[in-house]
């Protein structure tokens, strides 16, 4: 079953621009999907992109992250920009439908 490594992320400041990213062990599933996880929060589904490049995003950060992927790397990428502080999550790559493991995530701070 493929596995997923996520990284990148790291502190910004409001309005500032960061990136995560998402190594897969095998081939990418079809549709893969970033998602976020904030303090005392349910896991959320931010963005996700099909084999075609079709993506779709939740209304929150429409028009601020960019979500692509390399098949050739097997890579899932997120770019964020205008970010805000409600922004700050743990980040998350999975399939849809999700693969139960999941990775460690990559923590994305937004603070002045």
């Known amino acids: 079953q493929v596995r997923f490594v996520e990284f990148g992320g790291g502190l910004a400041q409001p309005g500032g621009s960061l990136s995560v990213a998402c190594a897969a062990s095998?081939?990418?599933?079809?549709?893969m999907a970033w998602y976020r996880q904030a303090p005392g929060k349910q896991r959320e589904l931010v963005a996700s992109?099909?084999?075609?490049?079709?993506?779709t995003y939740t209304d929150s950060v429409k028009g601020r992250f960019t979500i692509s992927r390399d098949n050739a790397k097997a890579v899932v990428s997120l770019q964020m920009s205008n970010l805000k502080p409600i922004d700050t999550a743990v980040y998350y790559c999975?399939?849809?439908?999700?693969?139960?493991?999941w990775g460690r995530g990559a923590q994305v701070t937004v603070s002045s």
């Open positions: 999975n399939s849809i439908p999700l693969i139960p493991k």
């Open positions: 095998g081939a990418l599933p079809d549709v």
């Open positions: 992109i099909g084999g075609s490049n079709t993506a």
